[in-house]
C-alpha cells in the first residue's frame, strides 16, 4: 500500500514540486535572516557612534 502511494506521488511530480515551493521558502529564510542581521549591524553601529558623541560632550562640558 506504501509503496503504491510513493509511486503516485513520484508519477504526480509531487516530490518535484514540494523541492521548488521548500527551496523557494529556504531562500525568503535566509533573505530574512541576513536583513535582520544587517539591520541589528547598523543600529548597533549607530548606538555606538552616539554614544561616543554622549561621552565627548559630557567630558567638553
Known sequence: ????????????GVFGFLNMILGFYSNVAVAWVGSVVADLVIKLALLILNLKEHISIVLIQ
Not at 1 to 12: D, H, S, T
Open 1 to 12: 500500500m506504501n509503496v503504491g502511494i510513493a509511486l503516485g506521488l513520484m508519477e504526480f
